[in-house]
């Protein structure tokens, strides 16, 4: 497996790719629950990042509803046998 680091250098051609993507999976650390959470994800034209404060809005699938990740995130994508992370 693969597994390539997105940073500020390939930001914009990382939310590209998710813009085609059907779905993702997102992972972060959430404040409300005291732990890792991992959830199954899409991009809408809701959707953003925020690079200068840290954050990501996305749409959650498992709680039908936007949510906002910030801090350390991970967002795993498929991509031709290959995991982008």
């Known amino acids: 497996m693969n597994i390539t680091k ?4 390939n930001l914009e051609s990382f939310i590209g790719m998710l813009k085609d993507l059907l779905q993702f999976k997102i992972s972060y650390f959430a404040k409300k629950h005291n732990k890792v959470i991992f959830r199954n994800a899409m991009w809408t034209d809701k959707c953003k990042i925020n690079k200068d404060k840290g954050y990501i809005v ?3 699938l498992d ?5 906002t990740a910030s801090d350390q995130i991970m967002i795993s994508v498929k991509n031709e046998g290959e995991t982008i992370q």
């Open 58 to 60: 996305y749409y959650d």
């Open 63 to 67: 709680a039908n509803g936007y949510r």
């Open 6 to 9: 997105v940073d500020t250098d």
